[in-house]
C-alpha cells in the first residue's frame, strides 16, 4: 500500500524540513502547498525600494502605508489579480533579486507542473537555501570596510522593513490577496532572509520579531485544531512561538492520538487534561488488560517518610505478571534510580489508594533498563528502584500526606534519571524525527500545561521524555538548537531555547545571591493549569524554598493566604510585601468563580494625582490562555475630591500570572486614571 505523502511507517505525520517551505512535487506535499506563479511580467532588475515609483504606482505605496489597517478605503486599488501579481513580482522576486544579487536567476524558482486540465506555472524554492548559504559565505569572504557592510546591511533592513509593512497591511485586509499561499510565501522567504543577514552580517534586522503576526491566521489555527491540538494549547502557541519555522512544523504535526479529544475543549479550558478524583479511572498499559493492582505498604511508606529519607520501590520480582514483587527501600546519597513524572489525566494516578496496575508496574520497572550500561540491558536485567507519586506518596490520614509533600521536592532534585511519561509523546517514533521537531513535541506536549509538572521539570539533574522508541534527554534537544547553524532550522531553535529556559534556566541559573521571589517564576506558570486549587500554593511556595509546614498548617481554603504572608519581597511593575490578593475557587472547570481578598492588610490604591482608596472586591472572568483580563474593581471608597467623578464600579485591565493568583495592577482604567500600589 502506498503511503500518504509525508507520513512515515507509523502512520504519523512527519512536517516538511523548513528549507521546503515551498518546495513542491507532483503529489501535493502535507504543508503549504501549491503557490500559484501569477506575475505578469519578470522583476526588471531596479532598486527594490523605487520599484512602484518605476511602475507610476507610488500613490499605491502611500496609500498602503499610511492605512489604519481597520480597513481601506481608497477607490484607486487595481484588480486582484493585478495586485496579486505585482506583490510577488515586488515582494518575492524583487526582494530576493534584491539582496542575492548575481546569485538570483529568477527561472530556476518557476516551473511548469502538469495537471488533469492543463499545466499551470508555480513558485518552487527548492534551490533557495543552496543560494543563501552561497550568499552568506560571499558576504563574510567579502573584503569590503565595516563601514560598506554597515551600510549594505542597513540597506537590507530597509528592504525587510518596507516588505512587513506592505505584508502587514495586507494580512489584516485580505480581500487585496485572496491567495493565501501568495501571502505566505512571502512572509516565510522574509523570514528566512532575516536570519541569513543576521548570519551574513553578525546583526540582528529586529524585524523576524514581526514575521509571525502575519503568518499565522485562522487557517493555521484551523489547520492545528484538525491535527489534534487542544484550543488552550494553540493559545499557548500562540503566545510562547515567535517563528514562521515553528508554526509551519506545527501546523502540520499531526497527532493521531488526539484528534477528536479536545471537540469540547475551549481556549480556556481543556476538558481532558482535568483530573476528576470522585470518578478517576487508572489505567492499564492496555484496554484488554484486566490484571489486579498491587498496592505498597503506606507503613513502611510513612516509616522512611518520618526519618526525613525517600521511600523508593525495587521490584524484585517481575515475572510472571500475576506474582510481581515489590520492595519499599530507604534512598541512600547514592541510589541510583528513576523518578517519574507524569500528568494524571493519562490514567497513571490513583487517588484512592497507593496502587496501580500490575502491568503499569512490570512497565515502569522496563523502562529503568535503558538508563543502565548496555551491558547490562537484557530483558532479564534487574532494572533500577523507581519513585512515583502515586505509590510514594500516602493518600492518607492527612499527617502521612502532609509527610510526602514536604519531601516533594527531594525525589526530583536527588534522582539520577528523571524520566517524563506523557501519552501524545510516548507512541512516536524519536529516531525518525530531526532534534528540533523532538524539542517542539516536547514543548507542546500537555505535561507542559500541567502546574506540578513546572517543579519536575525545574529540579531535576537529568531530565528524559520516554518516546516509543527510547527516552530522550532534554540536554541533548538544547545543545542541538543551541549549536544549530542551519537556516531551515535556526529560528526554530530559537523557539525551543526560550522554552527550554522558561522550564529550566529560571531555576537554575539564578544569580549569586538572588533568591526566587515571584517575579522570576511567573513566566514559567504562564498558561498552566491544576485540578485542585489548593495545590497551587504547594508548588509555588516549594519552588520559593518556603515553609511548607506552615502553608499546610490550616485550612486548604487559605493556604494561598499563608503563601502570601511568607513570600519574600519582590520588584514587578510595583513593590509589595503581601499584594498577592485574589485566590479565585477553581472547579474542575477551570474556571474562576469570582475572587475574594485575602489578605489581612488593606489593599491601598493611588493614583497618580496622590488620592487614595479602598479595594473592597474584586470578580473577574478567568482565561487559562490569556494574561490580560479585563476585571471589575469596587473603588467606592474613593470619593469625588478623588479625582474620579462618582467613584463605583471601575473596568479595569489586570495582568494576571499564577492562573488568576497574583496580579499587577494599574495599567489601564476606564476613567483614563493611571493607579499604582501604595
Same mark, same amino acid.
Given at each position: 500500500?502506498?503511503?500518504?505523502?509525508? *507520513?512515515?511507517?507509523?502512520?504519523?505525520?512527519?512536517?516538511?524540513?523548513?528549507?521546503?517551505?515551498?518546495?513542491?512535487?507532483?503529489?501535493?506535499?502535507?504543508?503549504?502547498?501549491?503557490?500559484?506563479?501569477?506575475?505578469?511580467?519578470?522583476?526588471?532588475?531596479?532598486?527594490?525600494?523605487?520599484?512602484?515609483?518605476?511602475?507610476?504606482?507610488?500613490?499605491?505605496?502611500?496609500?498602503?502605508?499610511?492605512?489604519?489597517?481597520?480597513?481601506?478605503?481608497?477607490?484607486? +486599488?487595481?484588480?486582484?489579480?493585478?495586485?496579486?501579481?505585482?506583490?510577488?513580482?515586488?515582494?518575492?522576486?524583487?526582494?530576493?533579486?534584491?539582496?542575492?544579487?548575481?546569485?538570483?536567476?529568477?527561472?530556476?524558482?518557476?516551473?511548469?507542473?502538469?495537471?488533469?486540465?492543463?499545466?499551470?506555472?508555480?513558485?518552487?524554492?527548492?534551490?533557495?537555501?543552496?543560494?543563501?548559504?552561497?550568499?552568506?559565505?560571499?558576504?563574510?569572504?567579502?573584503?569590503?570596510?565595516?563601514?560598506?557592510?554597515?551600510?549594505?546591511?542597513?540597506?537590507?533592513?530597509?528592504?525587510?522593513?518596507?516588505?512587513? $509593512?506592505? +505584508?502587514?497591511?495586507?494580512?489584516?485586509?485580505?480581500?487585496?490577496?485572496?491567495?493565501?499561499?501568495?501571502?505566505?510565501?512571502?512572509?516565510?522567504?522574509?523570514?528566512?532572509?532575516?536570519?541569513?543577514?543576521?548570519?551574513?552580517?553578525?546583526?540582528?534586522?529586529?524585524?523576524?520579531?514581526?514575521?509571525?503576526?502575519?503568518?499565522?491566521?485562522?487557517? &493555521?489555527?484551523?489547520?492545528?485544531?484538525?491535527?489534534?491540538?487542544?484550543?488552550?494549547?494553540?493559545?499557548?502557541?500562540?503566545?510562547?512561538?515567535?517563528?514562521?519555522?515553528?508554526?509551519?512544523?506545527?501546523?502540520?504535526?499531526?497527532?493521531?492520538?488526539?484528534?477528536?479529544?479536545?471537540?469540547?475543549?475551549?481556549?480556556?479550558?481543556?476538558?481532558?487534561?482535568?483530573?476528576?478524583?470522585?470518578?478517576?479511572?487508572?489505567?492499564?498499559?492496555? $484496554?484488554?488488560?484486566?490484571?489486579?493492582?498491587?498496592?505498597?505498604?503506606?507503613?513502611?511508606?510513612?516509616?522512611?517518610?518520618?526519618?526525613?529519607?525517600?521511600?523508593?520501590?525495587?521490584?524484585?520480582?517481575? &515475572?510472571?505478571?500475576?506474582?510481581?514483587?515489590?520492595?519499599?527501600?530507604?534512598?541512600?546519597?547514592?541510589?541510583?534510580?528513576?523518578?517519574?513524572?507524569?500528568?494524571?489525566?493519562?490514567?497513571?494516578?490513583?487517588?484512592?489508594?497507593?496502587?496501580?496496575?500490575?502491568?503499569?508496574?512490570?512497565?515502569?520497572?522496563?523502562?529503568?533498563?535503558?538508563?543502565?550500561?548496555?551491558?547490562?540491558?537484557? !530483558?532479564?536485567?534487574?532494572?533500577?528502584?523507581?519513585?512515583?507519586?502515586?505509590?510514594?506518596?500516602?493518600?492518607?490520614?492527612?499527617?502521612?500526606?502532609?509527610?510526602?509533600?514536604?519531601?516533594?521536592?527531594?525525589?526530583?532534585?536527588?534522582?539520577?534519571?528523571?524520566?517524563?511519561?506523557?501519552?501524545?509523546?510516548?507512541?512516536?517514533?524519536?529516531? !525518525?524525527?530531526?532534534?528540533?521537531?523532538?524539542?517542539?513535541?516536547?514543548?507542546?506536549?500537555?505535561?507542559?500545561?500541567?502546574?506540578?509538572?513546572?517543579?519536575?521539570?525545574?529540579?531535576?539533574?537529568?531530565?528524559?521524555?520516554?518516546?516509543?522508541? *527510547?527516552?530522550?534527554?532534554?540536554?541533548?534537544?538544547?545543545?542541538?538548537?543551541?549549536?544549530?547553524?542551519?537556516?531551515?532550522?535556526?529560528?526554530?531553535?530559537?523557539?525551543?531555547?526560550?522554552?527550554?529556559?522558561?522550564?529550566?534556566?529560571?531555576?537554575?541559573?539564578?544569580?549569586?545571591?538572588?533568591?526566587?521571589?515571584?517575579?522570576?517564576?511567573?513566566?514559567?506558570?504562564?498558561?498552566?493549569?491544576?485540578?485542585?486549587?489548593?495545590?497551587?500554593?504547594?508548588?509555588?511556595?516549594?519552588?520559593?524554598?518556603?515553609?511548607?509546614?506552615?502553608?499546610?498548617?490550616?485550612?486548604?481554603?487559605?493556604?494561598?493566604?499563608?503563601?502570601?504572608?511568607?513570600?519574600?519581597?519582590?520588584?514587578?511593575?510595583?513593590?509589595?510585601?503581601?499584594?498577592?490578593?485574589?485566590?479565585?475557587?477553581?472547579?474542575?472547570?477551570? *474556571?474562576?468563580?469570582?475572587?475574594?481578598?485575602?489578605?489581612?492588610?488593606?489593599?491601598?490604591?493611588?493614583?497618580?494625582?496622590?488620592?487614595?482608596?479602598?479595594?473592597?472586591?474584586?470578580?473577574?472572568?478567568?482565561?487559562?490562555?490569556?494574561?490580560?483580563?479585563?476585571?471589575?474593581?469596587?473603588?467606592?471608597?474613593?470619593?469625588?475630591?478623588?479625582?474620579?467623578?462618582?467613584?463605583?464600579?471601575?473596568?479595569?485591565?489586570?495582568?494576571?500570572?499564577?492562573?488568576?493568583?497574583?496580579?499587577?495592577?494599574?495599567?489601564?482604567?476606564?476613567?483614563? &486614571?493611571?493607579?499604582?500600589?501604595?
Amino acid at each position: 500500500m502506498q503511503r500518504e505523502p509525508g *507520513k512515515t511507517n507509523n502512520g504519523y505525520r512527519k512536517p516538511m524540513n523548513s528549507d521546503k517551505y515551498l518546495q513542491y512535487q507532483d503529489v501535493v506535499p502535507p504543508g503549504p502547498s501549491l503557490v500559484p506563479y501569477v506575475c505578469q511580467e519578470e522583476y526588471d532588475g531596479g532598486p527594490f525600494l523605487k520599484y512602484l515609483h518605476r511602475k507610476g504606482k507610488e500613490d499605491l505605496l502611500d496609500d498602503l502605508l499610511e492605512t489604519d489597517r481597520s480597513g481601506l478605503y481608497w477607490v484607486t +486599488m487595481p484588480p486582484v489579480s493585478e495586485f496579486q501579481a505585482l506583490i510577488q513580482t515586488w515582494l518575492f522576486f524583487g526582494l530576493l533579486n534584491e539582496i542575492l544579487g548575481t546569485l538570483f536567476t529568477p527561472s530556476r524558482y518557476v516551473r511548469t507542473m502538469k495537471s488533469r486540465n492543463k499545466p499551470s506555472r508555480i513558485v518552487d524554492t527548492s534551490d533557495l537555501l543552496l543560494a543563501f548559504h552561497a550568499w552568506v559565505k560571499d558576504v563574510q569572504q567579502s573584503e569590503h570596510t565595516e563601514i560598506q557592510k554597515r551600510t549594505q546591511y542597513e540597506h537590507i533592513a530597509a528592504c525587510l522593513q518596507l516588505t512587513r $509593512d506592505v +505584508m502587514e497591511v495586507i494580512s489584516c485586509n485580505s480581500q487585496l490577496m485572496p491567495n493565501r499561499l501568495i501571502r505566505l510565501s512571502v512572509v516565510s522567504v522574509a523570514e528566512l532572509l532575516v536570519d541569513a543577514a543576521e548570519r551574513a552580517y553578525g546583526t540582528n534586522t529586529s524585524t523576524n520579531l514581526h514575521w509571525v503576526t502575519i503568518y499565522r491566521d485562522p487557517a &493555521t489555527f484551523s489547520q492545528m485544531r484538525k491535527h489534534g491540538f487542544c484550543p488552550t494549547e494553540i493559545k499557548r502557541i500562540e503566545h510562547t512561538f515567535s517563528s514562521i519555522q515553528s508554526y509551519h512544523c506545527l501546523m502540520w504535526m499531526r497527532r493521531a492520538d488526539q484528534v477528536n479529544r479536545h471537540n469540547q475543549c475551549t481556549e480556556c479550558e481543556c476538558r481532558p487534561s482535568h483530573t476528576n478524583t470522585i470518578q478517576y479511572d487508572t489505567k492499564h498499559v492496555d $484496554d484488554i488488560c484486566r490484571c489486579s493492582s498491587y498496592s505498597v505498604e503506606v507503613s513502611e511508606i510513612v516509616d522512611i517518610l518520618s526519618n526525613g529519607s525517600l521511600p523508593l520501590l525495587k521490584i524484585t520480582q517481575a &515475572t510472571p505478571l500475576s506474582d510481581i514483587k515489590l520492595e519499599v527501600i530507604e534512598a541512600t546519597p547514592n541510589s541510583d534510580y528513576v523518578a517519574y513524572s507524569h500528568v494524571w489525566s493519562d490514567g497513571l494516578g490513583n487517588p484512592y489508594a497507593n496502587s496501580l496496575p500490575k502491568c503499569q508496574l512490570k512497565r515502569l520497572h522496563e523502562l529503568t533498563r535503558q538508563f543502565l550500561p548496555c551491558s547490562e540491558r537484557g !530483558e532479564n536485567s534487574r532494572g533500577l528502584p523507581i519513585w512515583i507519586d502515586t505509590l510514594c506518596c500516602p493518600v492518607g490520614p492527612p499527617a502521612a500526606k502532609s509527610l510526602a509533600i514536604h519531601s516533594m521536592k527531594v525525589p526530583y532534585t536527588e534522582a539520577p534519571h528523571v524520566l517524563v511519561l506523557d501519552s501524545s509523546l510516548e507512541h512516536i517514533e524519536s529516531s !525518525e524525527l530531526h532534534l528540533t521537531e523532538i524539542g517542539i513535541r516536547i514543548f507542546t506536549s500537555g505535561w507542559m500545561r500541567r502546574l506540578w509538572t513546572l517543579q519536575e521539570g525545574a529540579l531535576p539533574q537529568k531530565l528524559w521524555f520516554q518516546f516509543k522508541d *527510547k527516552a530522550v534527554d532534554l540536554d541533548q534537544v538544547r545543545d542541538a538548537a543551541l549549536h544549530c547553524d542551519d537556516l531551515e532550522r535556526r529560528m526554530m531553535s530559537d523557539d525551543i531555547l526560550d522554552l527550554h529556559e522558561g522550564l529550566r534556566g529560571w531555576f537554575h541559573k539564578l544569580k549569586p545571591g538572588k533568591k526566587p521571589d515571584l517575579v522570576s517564576i511567573h513566566e514559567s506558570l504562564q498558561f498552566r493549569s491544576v485540578s485542585v486549587s489548593t495545590d497551587e500554593p504547594l508548588l509555588v511556595g516549594g519552588l520559593l524554598n518556603l515553609d511548607l509546614g506552615y502553608i499546610l498548617d490550616g485550612d486548604e481554603s487559605s493556604r494561598m493566604q499563608r503563601l502570601y504572608k511568607t513570600a519574600p519581597r519582590f520588584t514587578g511593575f510595583f513593590e509589595a510585601t503581601r499584594a498577592l490578593l485574589v485566590h479565585g475557587a477553581s472547579g474542575e472547570s477551570g *474556571k474562576r468563580q469570582g475572587g475574594q481578598v485575602i489578605s489581612d492588610e488593606v489593599l491601598q490604591v493611588q493614583p497618580e494625582h496622590g488620592a487614595k482608596g479602598t479595594l473592597l472586591e474584586m470578580s473577574y472572568q478567568h482565561s487559562q490562555a490569556s494574561l490580560t483580563r479585563s476585571s471589575m474593581v469596587d473603588l467606592s471608597g474613593l470619593g469625588a475630591n478623588d479625582g474620579i467623578t462618582g467613584g463605583g464600579m471601575y473596568e479595569a485591565f489586570i495582568n494576571m500570572t499564577f492562573l488568576g493568583r497574583y496580579f499587577e495592577l494599574g495599567e489601564m482604567f476606564s476613567s483614563s &486614571t493611571e493607579w499604582c500600589i501604595d
